[in-house]
């Protein structure tokens, strides 16, 4: 079942200290950020198979770079303001502290890509820029009462090893958990929420990380909460161990699909309404492109000696 709400309200108690810095398979992040660990499948690549064959190959196969975005890089600057909210005392958790970490983070990110000052083509969009991001920030006070939460994790790495399958793994922004024990796994969204009856794709990421939990902590988390800051919304849902099975079913028939798909080296396109924010249109057959010569090497690494 899926509840909407406008705001929530919780208390949680801290188990473990939160994760070192976050890894991250995604191959524009810097070097330092990066982890090569194969075979593996994280939510975004998933989603990127079901996207576009093509696409995830781009991304998985051949790791070709892509270009940074404003949208992009306000999400992971809201992203870590957020996270650093909870590095304050609870009664210092307050709207104006989350605005004042906003510079000294969007500084951080350029120490570490200075290329990214060249998303803007003045001071003035840079403002209005980081202005929308502290629209974002605001709205998620909204939400929550920060002063009543003490997440058990932030930033959580987590990793299951499917046995005759791949590697599952993924970053949860933060698990909650309740005084009984319940566990809760919020991830931030900083786009609008989706439509009604288009809920599937997000929560297949929030499944995604609740398996892994489920599978690793043998502990299934009581509520999967989605809190979209584009429009303020709180989208949750309670899963059951019914819904792991037959997501665990669904992950390795995805899995097999990907390794069929590898061992052909068919790695066709699928053309959708998406394509229009592709960084790969260059290189696609459908924008008349030609994808590079294919790394059996490289597919190796990434699915196994039999792909």
């Given at each position: 079942m899926w509840v909407r709400r406008?705001?929530?309200?919780?208390?949680?108690?801290?188990?473990?200290?939160?994760?070192?810095?976050?890894?991250?398979?995604?191959?524009?992040?810097?070097?330092?950020?990066?982890?090569?660990?194969?075979?593996?499948?994280?939510?975004?690549?998933?989603?990127?198979f079901q996207q576009c064959p093509l696409l995830f190959r781009l991304r998985v196969v051949d790791r070709i770079p892509e270009p940074s975005s404003q949208p992009a890089v306000r999400g992971t600057l809201v992203h870590a303001v957020l996270d650093a909210l909870f590095d304050s005392p609870a009664p210092e958790r307050t709207v104006e502290q989350a605005h004042r970490l906003l510079d000294p983070h969007w500084q951080r990110l350029l120490e570490r890509d200075p290329d990214l000052a060249g998303l803007f083509t003045s001071p003035e969009e840079l403002t209005a820029w980081l202005d929308s991001a502290r629209v974002l920030i605001g709205r998620y006070f909204e939400l929550e009462d920060p002063t009543r939460l003490s997440p058990r994790a932030r930033e959580l790495r987590v990793d299951h090893q499917l046995e005759d399958g791949p590697e599952l793994r993924g970053i949860i922004d933060r698990v909650d958990v309740a005084p009984n024990g319940w566990i809760r796994i919020v991830d931030y969204k900083t786009g609008r929420s989706p439509r009604p009856g288009y809920e599937a794709d997000a929560l297949f990421q929030m499944r995604f990380y609740a398996f892994v939990v489920w599978r690793t902590r043998g502990v299934l988390p009581r509520a999967l909460q989605l809190e979209?800051?584009?429009?303020?919304?709180?989208?949750t849902h309670e899963p059951t161990e019914q819904e792991m099975v037959t997501f665990e079913t669904r992950i390795r028939a995805l899995w097999t699909t990907i390794r069929d798909v590898a061992a052909s080296g068919r790695w066709t396109p699928r053309p959708s309404p998406l394509c229009s924010w592709c960084s790969f249109r260059d290189l696609c057959p459908q924008f008349g492109g030609t994808p590079p010569p294919i790394d059996e090497a490289a597919v190796r690494r990434a699915f196994g000696p039999a792909a």
């Open positions: 406008p705001s929530l309200t919780d208390v949680s108690i801290p188990l473990q200290d939160p994760s070192a810095g976050p890894v991250t398979d995604d191959p524009a992040a810097p070097v330092a950020d990066r982890v090569v660990r194969a075979p593996g499948l994280s939510p975004s690549r998933a989603k990127d979209y800051l584009g429009d303020g919304t709180i989208v």
